[in-house]
């Protein structure tokens, strides 16, 4: 390691360009993950606060929750198999306040439960977000799909729905509202099993079935995965360059008993040395930035995250170091030395 750090401050330039790059690309990489994330929840929040466990839909419904609608037949079925079952309605919709403006929001409904907030017939629970529209709790809101209005009651925390604040109302509303008496999903936290006519969703199967989400998550995993392969590739050109420039170091090296194996581990040492710096650095950036950033942009970065990036940035390093480091175990001493030290 001592060797190893004694060349990096004999040529800090070329190792301060790499790591400067390598900690960009890191910082870029959490910052668009921790995006990805606050997107997620900012798009699924309703969903991701349930616990794990299984989702049921009607089979017809080709894995359209909103055209999904579980008879009663299927309903008995599940009941009498998952005494903890949930059953519930999702629906996009509008508001419209006093002064005439209408608010985009999802109205949900379901069986009692303990995941959902206990709604009175009239009345309605909607997420925080929308008292940034000015909405509160007592105001009389008004939907064209019934003539009574609603009173909001209160407001829950971090509860959205493709992006849209949640509307917690009674299930007779709900059913007077979309004219059906039957509801579209049931939830249990047991594991899956096969129902006549029905499709089976863990939370990550059913939240792909939400347009906005799958479309969003795959657009950003690929940006983060190409960002992931182009570090490796960095690493692998920039330690190609310098072990081009020290193919007499190392002829000479091994002429006078050097392994390989030990100017490998050096590149090693090198490559995590300089990686290691980078992400401390670009992690610490990561995490302060929310200071900065405007409260309406959604952003989640967990430090469990970041350490689960680092390591990959550790590998893809090590892999695309090891990768050039194939020259070095080609070296001739002889032929090396031949060509002049570096």
């Known amino acids: 390691m001592k060797m190893a750090w004694k060349e990096m401050m004999k040529y800090k330039t070329r190792y301060l360009i790499l790591g400067s790059i390598i900690f960009l690309i890191s910082f870029l990489t959490l910052i668009i993950s921790g995006l990805a994330n606050g997107l997620s929840f900012d ?39 998952h005494g903890d079952a949930v059953f519930m309605s999702i629906q996009m919709g509008e508001l419209e306040d006093e002064d005439g403006q209408k608010h985009g929001i999802t109205y949900v409904t379901a069986t009692d439960n303990e995941f959902f907030p206990d709604v009175e017939k009239g009345e309605l629970i ?52 979309y004219q059906s008496e039957k509801y579209q999903l049931a939830f249990t936290e047991d594991e899956e099993e ?52 020290k193919l007499g170091t190392y002829g000479i090296l091994k002429a006078v008993g050097v392994k390989t194996i030990t100017l490998l581990r050096l590149m090693w040492v090198q490559m995590i040395l300089i990686t290691l710096i980078s992400l401390v650095i670009a992690i610490s950036l990561s995490q302060l930035i929310t200071l900065v950033l405007p409260e309406e942009m959604p952003y989640q970065l967990a430090l469990e995250t970041s350490a689960i990036m680092a390591a990959g940035f550790f590998i893809i390093g090590f892999i695309g170091a ?20 570096a």
């Open 194 to 245: 096969d129902i006549d006519e029905m499709s089976a969703f863990n939370q990550n199967q059913f939240l792909n079935t939400i347009p906005s989400y799958s479309a969003e998550m795959l657009s950003l995993n690929m940006i983060i995965a190409f960002l992931f392969v182009i570090s490796g590739m960095l690493f692998a050109i920039f330690f190609y360059m310098i072990n081009v420039q």
């Open 126 to 177: 909607l997420d925080e977000s929308i008292q940034e529209d000015g909405i509160e709790a007592g105001d009389e809101l008004s939907t064209n799909l019934m003539d009574d209005s609603f009173t909001v009651r209160d407001f829950a925390k971090q509860e959205k729905f493709s992006h849209s604040a949640v509307a917690f109302i009674h299930p007779d509303d709900f059913m007077n509202m």
């Open 43 to 81: 798009n699924a929040s309703l969903v991701k606060n349930m616990p794990e466990g299984t989702y049921y839909m009607e089979s017809k419904a080709e894995e359209q929750y909103n055209f999904s609608e579980i008879s009663d037949s299927q309903r008995e079925t599940i009941e009498n198999s």
């Open 322 to 341: 090891t990768l050039s480091g194939v020259q070095i175990s080609k070296v001739e001493p002889m032929e090396a030395i031949n060509q002049g030290g």
